[in-house]
T-cell receptor, first 111, second 115 residues
Framework: DQQVKQNSPSLSVQEGRISILNCDYTNSMFDYFLWYKKYPAEGPTFLISISSIKDKNEDGRFTVFLNKSAKHLSLHIVPSQPGDSAVYFCAARDAGNMLTFGGGTRLMVKP | KAGVTQTPRYLIKTRGQQVTLSCSPISGHRSVSWYQQTPGQGLQFLFEYFSETQRNKGNFPGRFSGRQFSNSRSEMNVSTLELGDSALYLC??????????????FGNGTRLTVT
């Protein structure tokens, strides 16, 4: 049973518009959440994170929102740029300090 | 500072063989984790090592094993390879102690193809 799910395998957005990537989780013991970006032939790179005691964290064009009651987090990219085209993984950390990743969402930003 | 280095980048093996993958973490990082990435499955956690001790283990068969050396470098081994083991194997390191709140830094992976 997948504890972290990214239900949209792909997302296409026009350059300059907002990209919203979603992630749902089932384990209420997760206390820390992260987003990673992955380009082809490269390893994932850390993008932004949020602790479970917060509901929002912002870093430049990237904002992560956490809704604990809904067990849902989202990544907003504003404005989207063609260089943002990549696969995005959300990840959640449990009390054992183990990270569980979602299946990824492929974002395509069209010029 | 050099990033996480994984060798080799590509491997082709035959079913039934065994394979060893290598990972050198970022200098100063003492925790090393291994992940398997297959299409549609995201990143599946294999194991994590800290100071030469396995701290966590994912839900993989015993054919998958690993170890960490005193210089924090790590190896993972897969014995009796199966076609389903074809995947991208990613190594990641992080700074600090076992419970430290730091993100993982990934290498570019080893692409293993089993024929």
């Amino acid at each position: 049973d997948q504890q972290v799910k990214q239900n949209s395998p792909s997302l296409s957005v026009q350059e300059g518009r907002i990209s919203i990537l979603n992630c749902d989780y089932t384990n209420s013991m997760f206390d820390y959440f992260l987003w990673y970006k992955k380009y082809p032939a490269e390893g994932p790179t850390f993008l932004i994170s949020i602790s479970s005691i917060k509901d929002k964290n912002e870093d430049g064009r990237f904002t992560v929102f956490l809704n604990k009651s809904a067990k849902h987090l989202s990544l907003h990219i504003v404005p989207s740029q063609p260089g943002d085209s990549a696969v995005y993984f959300c990840a959640a950390r449990d009390a054992g300090n183990m990270l569980t990743f979602g299946g990824g969402t492929r974002l395509m930003v069209k010029p | 500072k050099a990033g996480v280095t994984q060798t080799p980048r590509y491997l082709i093996k035959t079913r039934g063989q065994q394979v060893t993958l290598s990972c050198s973490p970022i200098s100063g990082h003492r925790s090393v984790s291994w992940y398997q990435q297959t299409p549609g499955q995201g990143l599946q956690f294999l194991f994590e090592y800290f100071s030469e001790t396995q701290r966590n283990k994912g839900n993989f068969p015993g054919r998958f094993s690993g170890r960490q050396f005193s210089n924090s470098r790590s190896e993972m081994n897969v014995s009796t390879l199966e076609l389903g083991d074809s995947a991208l194997y990613l190594c990641a390191s992080r700074q600090g102690s076992y419970s430290y709140n730091s993100p993982l830094h990934f290498g570019n992976g080893t692409r293993l193809t089993v024929t």
